[in-house]
């Protein structure tokens, strides 16, 4: 039986494509924009609730 990955706050983990794509999607709403910094990794990890080595991976 598959178990659906859940953080530890309740929320759904995301797999690093969701990640990017959320980032993504940030960036063309204009929540981020061109030149600014984007969160650290550890401040993605956390809002994710996923290791930092997999924002690193949606990264990519």
Excluded at 27 to 49: K, M, W
Excluded at 54 to 59: I, N, P, Y
Aim: aromatic content about 2%; proline content about 3%.
């Amino acid at each position: 039986m598959a178990q659906e990955n859940v953080a530890v706050n309740g929320n759904s983990r995301k797999s690093p494509q969701e990640i990017a794509d959320i980032l993504r999607e940030r960036i063309r709403a204009g929540e981020l924009r061109v030149g600014e910094r984007l969160p650290t990794q550890a401040e993605l990890a956390e809002e994710f609730g996923v290791e930092r080595g997999v924002v690193r991976q949606a990264l990519r």
